[in-house]
């Protein structure tokens, strides 16, 4: 009994002197498979604890190349170097503090979809891509942010029962640039490929923007926002949280700030 009443009153102490967390900013950079309403990163952002001001800038269409050659990188850059006051406009997500300085700046960045051939912003696989990926990570790294580097998520495209995991050669750039760099890496491509093939086809299109149309009786395409690539709000959820709990491992300082589940199941 007495044995339970000193553990009881550890906990109470324990609990009483814990120390409230800082805040801290996590920026999201990528394409669509980040951005708001057709990629995961606003369900990402909804599982951080109010201490996180996490904002979401993936944008449609980008490669690790259009991405600085439009500007969308300077953004970054002063969220960097601004003075800590939270925001109000991140995606999914926004804490309190009030005009407190962030303890921590992180930045994780996900490309390879449009750098593939074929794109109108492709890039060259060997020469540019890895460089442009290893150069975000230095960016970051120069203005005293954590720099987090990201495979691609997979397309969910099969032939067959087996996933054509079509990006995997990105995904191994972004990783040797990582290394390289000697920056954290999250490799969502493998993650996100094994369990795509875990489900298989029809699971896997449930994970859609849109549902897949039913094949037409005069053999005409149906017009849909269907497709392989993009994500509704169950792939969005789905990702979100396999990015989260791979942040949590690769960056262990994160981790206090992504309790278990989304904001509003905690709510």
């Keep these: 009994m007495r044995r339970l009443s000193i553990l009881a009153a550890l906990a109470l102490s324990a609990s009483a002197g814990a120390a409230p967390l800082p805040p801290v900013r996590v920026i999201l950079v990528g394409d669509s498979t980040v951005a708001s309403n057709n990629g995961y990163g606003d369900a990402l952002c909804a599982r951080f604890s109010p201490e996180v001001d996490c904002v979401n800038l993936g944008a449609n269409g980008r490669s690790s190349k259009s991405f600085r050659a439009e500007g969308r990188w300077d953004k970054v850059l002063e969220l960097l170097q601004d003075d800590g006051k939270i925001s109000g406009k991140s995606g999914g997500k926004s804490g309190g503090n009030e005009g407190g300085k962030f303890a921590a700046r992180y930045v994780l960045v996900q490309f390879g979809h449009n750098d593939q051939p074929g794109k109108r912003h492709a890039t060259d696989l060997v020469a ?139 709510d």
Excluded: C
Excluded at 244 to 252: Q, Y
């Design 128 to 266: 540019e891509f890895p460089a442009n990926m290893a150069r975000y990570a230095a960016d970051v790294r120069a203005l005293g942010g954590v720099p987090v580097l990201v495979t691609p998520l997979t397309r969910r495209t099969f032939k067959g029962a087996y996933l054509r995991d079509t990006l995997a050669p990105w995904a191994a750039a972004t990783r040797r640039a990582a290394a390289a760099e000697n920056v954290a890496v999250i490799d969502l491509n493998t993650d996100s490929a094994a369990a795509v093939q875990a489900m298989g086809q029809a699971e896997a299109d449930t994970l859609a923007e849109a549902p897949a149309p039913p094949p037409s009786p005069d053999g005409k395409k149906v017009k849909s926002k269907f497709d392989w690539t993009h994500l509704g709000p169950k792939g969005s959820a789905l990702f979100g949280a396999m990015v989260g709990n791979e942040l949590k491992r690769a960056v262990p300082a994160i981790a206090p700030y992504l309790p278990p589940g989304d904001r509003a199941a905690r």
